[in-house]
């Protein structure tokens, strides 16, 4: 008989935690969605413009990363651009580290709220997206909502967790977690690749440790998994790009799923303390995964010139085998005296250049 109970135990703590996390997943997808729509244009213009030093596409990273809430994001388009060439891989390799940096920004901001600003964007971005006919007023309006229920999910995720903290099992599970930092990393960076979002991991981490459920050491490994996490997925979306976009994409994987690993050694090893970065535990893990990206940036940034010949010099250019292929095209001077034809023949080239 105890032993289904904990079984059942368990099955209802699971339940819980995905039914609270999946609210804050969709909304951080829905506020991204909104700024998109809105601002995708200009924030494009922005990276491209931000090539004349390192420090300057770090700055872009940070703010485009801010308006999208995801350094994924901000990762596959600068890849795209890498591709095009509108962005070194030095300039590249920049706005990758700023853009983590303004991830970790988004996970601060998205904690510090008040009761009555639920109330105030949901009623605001309500109105806008039902009473405006302006698409961009209208995506403004999803943007209010989308942050308004954010802090939603996330009280519904500490009402969640709120019983968990008198269960046995839930707390057993949870200080294993806190013991074993290479699990909890590792569960951190499958959940952030999961859920396509380090900000929404983080989030959900922070807030179970807030709640008195996740010990800090565990939760510190889940937030370090997540930034690996992070860094795999845009590796994983930019797998099949060309060389020159996947160069920046694996380097910024090498820096921060490395620095990641090597802060969860030190930190394993008693080498650093948390208590430093705040006052209380949910504090010091939000204010850790700010400190390791700036950290991150501070020591990468002067050397971005040898990491970019070595991430050169690791995956060269692969020479071109020389072909003799013919380029064919479905024009047909023959057809100039048959327009229906030759519009036929016009249209197959067009959809040849949009290919």
């Known amino acids: 008989m105890t032993s289904v109970m904990e079984d059942t135990n368990i099955v209802l703590f699971a339940l819980y935690i995905s039914g ?5 997943i969709w909304t951080v997808r829905l506020l991204r969605t909104g700024v ?11 990276l491209r413009r931000s090539n004349a030093s390192r420090l300057q596409a770090a700055a872009s990273g940070i ?26 891989l030095l300039a590249g390799m920049a706005m990758l580290l700023g853009a983590d940096i303004g991830s970790a920004i988004v996970s601060q901001i998205l904690l510090v709220r008040q009761d009555f600003l639920i109330l105030l964007f949901l009623l605001c971005g309500v109105a806008l997206f039902l009473r405006s006919s302006k698409n961009k007023v209208r995506q403004l309006g999803r943007i209010l909502i989308g942050v308004a229920l954010i802090f939603v999910s996330l ?44 900000v929404a991991a983080v989030l959900f981490f922070v807030t179970l440790t807030a709640q008195g459920l996740l010990p800090a050491s565990g939760a510190a490994a889940m937030v370090l998994g997540a930034n690996a996490g992070g860094a795999f997925l845009a590796y994983v979306l930019t797998l099949t790009a060309p060389l020159t976009a996947r160069r920046m994409v694996v380097t910024n994987l090498a820096l921060r799923g490395g620095g990641a690993a090597l ?23 939000i204010n850790l995964h700010l400190a390791f990206d700036i950290g991150l940036a501070l020591v990468s940034l002067p050397f971005l010139s040898w990491i970019s010949s070595g991430a ?4 060269p250019d692969r020479a071109e085998l020389a072909t003799n292929i013919i380029q064919t095209t479905a024009l047909d001077p023959s057809t100039l ?6 519009l036929n023949c016009a249209v197959r080239e067009v959809l040849k250049m949009g290919e």
């Open 63 to 88: 703010f485009v990363a801010l308006c999208l809430q995801s350094a994924t994001a901000v990762a596959v388009l600068v890849s795209n651009f890498a591709v095009k060439g509108g962005v070194g």
């Open 263 to 285: 802060v969860l050694v030190l930190l394993s090893q008693g080498a650093w303390g948390l208590t430093w970065l705040g006052a209380n535990e949910a504090q010091q893990v």
């Open 312 to 315: 050169v010099r690791l995956m």
């Open 36 to 46: 998109e729509r809105t601002y995708a244009v200009q924030l494009r213009s922005l």
């Open 20 to 24: 609270a996390a999946a609210p804050l």
């Open 337 to 342: 005296d048959r327009p229906d034809q030759a």
């Open 155 to 198: 009280d519904m995720i500490r009402t969640a967790t709120g019983p968990l903290v008198d269960s046995p099992v839930a707390v057993s599970v949870m200080r294993y977690l806190g013991g074993d930092v290479v699990t909890s990393f590792v569960i951190g960076a499958l959940f952030a690749w999961a859920v396509h979002s380090s």
